[in-house]
């Protein structure tokens, strides 16, 4: 007699299992077609309800168009904050200074929203690791940084 396996045991009630289900789900389907064959009524099953829900109909509208920054938003005032920086700062920098100025958001993690604007904003560029500044002006400290990183990597 070949040794079975604890694991194997349990696989093999779990397949048992289904297939005492589908057997029984065969045999009502069967008990189905045969009342229907015969002209008999043929009673529903207790199982789910039928969807009673209409096909989503997709409205024409209009595309909205990009607007631009409300006056005392977030992010126009981190275009000042970064203007008038003169040099490229970190998101603590960032943050440090709109609070001075006495901004206040409704997010639950400023820091967090802070980044995700600062790196999907088109007018800010990235002057080196975790430094932002406004267009494409680049400090020179910044530029002497990415060039001392390229030297390093020749090297």
Known sequence: MARVSANQLREALR?????DQLEAKIENT?????????????????GRPAKKSAPRVKKAGKKRA???????????LVHEVLRSAGKALTVDEIMEQLKAKGYTSKAKEPKKTLGVML?????????GRGLFTLGKSVTPKAKT???????????
């Open 15 to 19: 397949l048992r299992k289904i297939i």
């Open 145 to 155: 940084r990415a060039k001392a990183k390229r030297v390093a990597k020749k090297k």
């Open 30 to 46: 069967q008990s189905k077609l045969d009342a229907l064959l015969s002209g008999g009524i043929v009673k529903k099953s207790p």
């Open 66 to 76: 990009k607007r631009a920054p409300r006056s005392g938003s977030g992010k126009e």
């Open 119 to 127: 790196y999907t904003d088109k007018a800010i560029k990235r002057a």
